[in-house]
């Protein structure tokens, strides 16, 4: 999925709940402290990952892009 910011960049987190993967904030942290999440391929751990044009985030199985 095609996923559009406005701004440079949007932090990991963020993400997960702008695309309701997670409810809040907390949920978030959860989900990327428990290894849940990959960025261009590598699992990240860093919930404030900053997030760029072109990268690619995995979350169960759903794969979402920015641009």
Partial sequence: MKVQI???YIKL???LKYMGVA???S???EIIL???VKV???VCTMR???LYKNDVISVFDEEFEIE
Wanted: aromatic residues 0%; negative net charge; charged residues 50%.
């Fill in 6 to 8: 406005k701004t440079e």
């Fill in 13 to 15: 987190d963020q993400l």
């Fill in 23 to 25: 409810e809040n904030g």
């Fill in 27 to 29: 949920h978030a942290k």
């Fill in 34 to 36: 428990d290894e849940e």
């Fill in 40 to 42: 261009n391929g590598e």
């Fill in 48 to 50: 404030g990952k900053k």
